[in-house]
């Protein structure tokens, strides 16, 4: 077993989390993640209003009698959500574990800090991290360039990120971004984190409530198949390459740029749900990340959580062996 400062705090038995996704955190998938021993996250501004979070708990509850959390996600939207509201329903309904991201998180956290609650903070640089642990998160999920959605804009890859977090975080913390099976799970260990975030990984299984076109689409792609858009809006987002991203980039790099009024028909979240339910991979923007290129099959999450164990005990043991054999020679 991968026992980690994360497994111990979360009483889960994988150290992996399935992180918050727009349209596809919903209980379903959260419930499969927690049973098949990760930690499930319900993505908040996935419901319509706060009424309705409280409902999608109530339904994870029946589901799994595992440990879950809610994301609340803190970033530009077309309609300001009442962030309040869903985490003040999510806190009445006996969640205690939340993800939380984006800009200005201080008054959420606090909230959840004095309601006795674990936060993971999901951060894209380290000195976002060192405010997040002055703020009082339990754990920092620190978000690689590979991630899908929100990357930041300092573009450094999971690999040097982790590394330095090593060097500078005094809390556990977990890798985001990149980590599709347990090789990655091994590496990002090595690196010094408690465990891993998916997003991605987990669009692809059998419970993610998404269209099967969607899912083969994920299969059949490659490492090369994910663009950035809003990049010179300074709210960067890593999606699936397709005709509407690719028209997005083109509007932003027109001379004199793009204001936001320009893309907002095309990147509409509204439209993106439209891609997870009809199961065209063109009819609007949704989140990807550079793993795409690792992911070949479409397991049971309970199959790929057992599967990425295994495979990262068998990485572990394996170094250990090229340990022993060197101090044999
Ligand atoms: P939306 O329809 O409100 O907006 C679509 C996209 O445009 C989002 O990426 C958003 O950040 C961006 N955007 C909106 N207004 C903008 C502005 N004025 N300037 C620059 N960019 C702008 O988004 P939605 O699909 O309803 O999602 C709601 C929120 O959740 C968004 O902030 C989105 O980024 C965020 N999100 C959360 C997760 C998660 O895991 N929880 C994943 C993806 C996106």
């Known amino acids: 077993m991968l026992v980690t400062p994360l497994t111990k705090l979360l009483g889960i038995r994988v150290p992996v989390v399935q992180g918050g996704m727009q349209w596809v ?19 908040a501004l996935t419901q ?43 806190i009445e309904e006996g969640v205690r574990i939340f993800e939380t991201a984006g800009n200005s998180p201080g008054k959420l956290i606090r909230y959840f800090k004095q309601n006795g609650c674990i936060v993971i903070h999901k951060c894209t640089t380290i000195r ?6 002055r ?3 339990d754990v920092v999920s620190v978000d690689g360039f590979e991630c899908a959605g ?12 982790l590394a330095r977090a090593a060097q500078e975080l005094n809390i556990p913390y977990i890798a985001s971004g990149g980590v599709a099976d347990g090789r990655g799970l091994a590496a990002v260990l090595a690196l010094g984190a408690a465990g891993a975030n998916m997003g991605t990984r987990f669009m692809c299984t059998v419970e993610a409530p998404i269209h099967q076109n969607i899912k083969e689409k994920i299969v059949a792609s490659n490492e090369q198949d994910t663009v950035h858009i809003f990049r010179t809006l ?8 397709n005709k509407v991203s690719t028209e997005v980039v083109a509007i932003e ?26 199961g065209d991979p063109d009819y609007g923007i949704w989140s990807a990340g550079v793993s795409v ?18 495979e990262a005990e068998d990485v572990i043991d394996g170094l250990v062996k090229v340990r022993v054999e060197k101090a044999k020679l």
């Open 234 to 241: 300074h709210n960067t987002a890593r999606v699936f390459k």
């Open 25 to 43: 955190g919903l209980p379903p998938l959260v419930a499969a993640v927690s049973n098949g021993g990760g930690l499930g996250i319900l993505t």
């Open 128 to 133: 976002h991290a060192k405010s997040a642990i």
């Open 293 to 310: 290129g690792l992911i070949k099959d479409i397991p049971t999450c309970e199959e790929l959580l057992a599967r990425m164990e295994k």
């Open 253 to 278: 790099r027109k001379p004199g740029g793009a204001k936001f009024e320009d893309v907002r028909e095309l990147v509409s979240g509204a439209r993106g749900k439209q891609v997870y339910e009809t």
């Open 135 to 137: 703020l009082g998160v």
């Open 150 to 161: 929100h990357p930041g804009e300092e573009d450094i890859g999971g690999l040097v990120l």
């Open 48 to 90: 319509p209003n706060p009424e309705a979070l409280r409902q999608a708990i109530r339904e994870t509850h029946k589901l799994t009698s595992k440990p879950f959390g809610v994301n609340i996600t803190l970033l530009p939207t077309i309609n300001p959500p009442d962030y309040e509201g869903y985490a003040r329903a999510a």
